[in-house]
């Protein structure tokens, strides 16, 4: 595709459950990032890939969040036991490099009710 | 951490006046974005800049390392500019590549 695609658009779901949400980064992209976006606020860093590895996962909350690109390519944010503050548009972006300029995503807008 | 301030948060404007929105950092970057958000969350970068100045089209980016500041200009302002517009810095280090976002500044553009 000619940019990022982020799947699903809208996620609503229940206090505890589980979620996945997709990323799809620019054919040959390196480097693939997470971000979050509370209401009102500038995103904020969670996790940050290059190729295969989670080069930097500082940003992310606590250990209910997890991120996977096994294979270099299609990232997926896994939310477990999902919480109201979870709530959130979460963003992806990804570049050519880490120093290059970042495409980003539509998002995917979680409400956790 | 890198503290991003913007400025201001809302700006109303007609359509034709010339804006400017300010952000500062508080600590030495490899690079600054700008980039703008419209509603439904689509962000697009506009210009990533390390030193001196950036235009494309109405577009104009400044940056003053020594001062942690940068502006963006937009020229003959549009309704279609309304948007938040965001900066976000890349740094400390030249090996960093996360990006410390502000809160965004809200632009109105009346016809």
């Known amino acids: 595709g000619a940019g990022v695609s982020q799947t699903p658009s809208n996620k609503v779901t229940e206090k505890g459950k589980y979620v996945e949400l997709r990323c799809d980064p620019i054919?040959?992209?390196?480097?693939l990032y997470w971000y979050r976006q509370s209401l009102g606020q500038g995103p904020e860093f969670l996790i940050y890939?290059?190729?295969?590895?989670?080069?930097?996962d500082s940003g992310l909350p606590n250990d209910r969040f997890f991120a996977v690109r096994p294979e270099g390519s299609v990232s997926t944010l896994k939310i477990q036991r999902t919480e109201r503050g979870d709530s959130a548009v979460y963003l992806c972006?990804?570049?050519?490099?880490?120093?290059?300029?970042?495409?980003f995503g539509p998002g995917t807008r979680l409400l956790v009710l | 951490k890198n503290e991003v301030e913007q400025s201001p948060q809302n700006l109303t404007a007609q359509e034709g006046e010339f804006i400017t929105i300010n952000c500062s950092y508080s600590?030495?970057?490899?690079?600054l974005h700008w980039l703008q958000q419209h509603p439904g969350g689509g962000i697009v970068s506009l210009f990533m800049l390390s030193s001196g100045k950036k235009k494309h089209g109405r577009l104009i980016a400044t940056i003053n390392i020594q001062e942690k500041h940068s502006s963006l200009h937009i020229t003959a302002s549009h309704p279609r500019d309304s948007a938040v517009y965001i900066c976000?810095?890349?740094?400390?280090?030249?090996?960093?590549?996360?990006?410390?976002f502000g809160k965004g500044t809200k632009l109105s553009v009346i016809p």
């Open positions: 976000a810095v890349k740094g400390p280090g030249a090996g960093s590549y996360q990006l410390t």
């Open positions: 972006a990804s570049s050519f490099g880490g120093q290059e300029t970042q495409y």
């Open positions: 600590v030495g970057i490899s690079a």
């Open positions: 054919s040959g992209h390196t480097a």
């Open positions: 890939f290059q190729g295969t590895g989670a080069a930097d």
